[in-house]
């Protein structure tokens, strides 16, 4: 080795050697800390827990929900050192560690596929910062109920640092405490899709697709399914007023529908066969009385057709792969979204919440609801 590279290994070495670490609570009080854990969701057979810091909870426990093999995720505070923290205690520095209790099938996913998930959403050279928050409560770090799983994060973490320059930041140790969070925090992200995340929604809807894939081939509405006719099985299970919509073009009560006040962000597809048409991130409030948006999720999924009745010239607009029929397009829409307005039938609809679209088989389509 020459001189240089000798000089330059120390110089790592010595930098490497006395970087900080992020402060833990057992450095801040010479009291042990108290050895208690309140949380709801239980291990099961063949399932496994880990506990991860990384920042705001919100955004971990949404992560960490969406990935493969994950069974459940609640947010609470570790490794602090008081009893039984409230949300503002913590943030006055109570040296606890936001976190989310991960619970996952040992059969589906292991430690080191959730801890590499889990590294891709930090910046694990940061002390006591993430995203946009700055304290203690916001170190990242890793604790675990099996001594069994410190070999296992160790060596990981090694690995880790290979990839980095700065020293990692990342806290290792037993679980000493963990207190459930207030049910506000439960979910939170769910509860408030426009809430506050320091992990991109491009990550978590990656893992929200695989997840999907994983978990229910059985239904399948990707990107690539083709759409047919519903069957006379699925017409029949239809409502009196959505076959009447559908199959006969009739048009349902203004403002007394089901979608002309919904709000939340969410998929909304044909009522007959599935089919994604529209998404809540086109959709506006237009007063006419029935959900409006300014564009399809692709044009070549609908139809038009030249409408006299009521003896005035309109634009029906129908599914082209099911043939229902949706309502009609205009050109009175807003001017900087297109200046479409496609009035269209709840009843010819169906909504899913974007919460719930992993589960009912639409995780390809999360990055059109935004």
């Known amino acids: 080795m020459s001189v240089l590279a000798v000089a330059v290994a120390i110089v790592i070495g010595t930098y490497l050697a006395a970087s900080p670490k992020n402060i833990s609570a057992s450095k801040l009080s010479t009291a042990p800390l108290p050895e208690e854990i309140i949380q709801q969701n239980q291990v099961a057979a063949e399932e496994a827990e880990i506990y991860l ?25 570790s490794n602090g050192t008081t009893r039984n923290p409230k949300y503002r205690e913590v943030c006055k520095g109570s040296g606890h560690a936001e976190s989310a209790h991960v619970i996952y099938d040992t059969r589906a996913t292991s430690l080191q596929k959730i801890l590499s998930i889990y590294y891709k959403s930090i910046d694990p050279t940061l002390i006591n910062h993430q995203g946009n928050d700055t304290g203690i409560q916001y170190r990242t770090g890793i604790y675990f109920s099996n001594p069994a799983d410190e070999p296992i994060i160790r060596e990981s973490l090694k690995d880790l640092q290979g990839s980095f320059f700065n020293a990692i930041a990342i806290e290792c140790a037993p679980i000493k405490n963990f207190y459930r969070a207030e049910e506000e925090h439960q979910e939170y992200l769910i509860k408030n899709p426009n809430g506050y995340c320091h992990i991109s929604r491009a990550m978590i809807d990656e893992q929200a697709k695989a997840k999907a894939a994983a978990e229910f081939p059985d239904k399948n509405f990707s990107r690539n399914k083709v759409y047919g006719k519903p069957s006379k099985e699925v017409l029949e299970d239809l409502s009196d007023l959505q076959r009447a919509v559908t199959q006969e073009a009739a048009t349902e009560p203004p403002y007394k529908n089901e979608y002309n006040d919904e709000t939340r962000m969410g998929l909304y597809v044909d009522v007959t066969n599935g089919q994604p048409l529209f998404s809540s991130t086109d959709k ?20 038009e057709r030249k409408d006299m009745s009521f003896g005035i010239e309109r634009v029906e607009v129908r599914a082209k792969a099911s043939g229902a029929h949706l309502g009609h397009v205009f050109d009175d829409g807003p001017k900087d979204k297109g200046g479409l307005r496609y009035c269209i039938n709840s009843a010819a609809l169906r909504f899913i919440p974007r919460e719930k679209m992993t589960a009912e088989g639409y995780g390809e389509w999360l990055d059109l609801v935004k």
């Open 53 to 77: 810091a990384g920042g705001c909870f919100w955004g971990t426990e949404f992560l960490m929900r969406n990935v493969p093999g994950v069974t459940s995720v609640e947010v609470g505070y």
């Open 284 to 303: 506006f409030d237009s007063g006419c009385g029935w959900p409006a948006f300014s564009k399809p999720v692709d044009e070549s999924y609908l139809v």
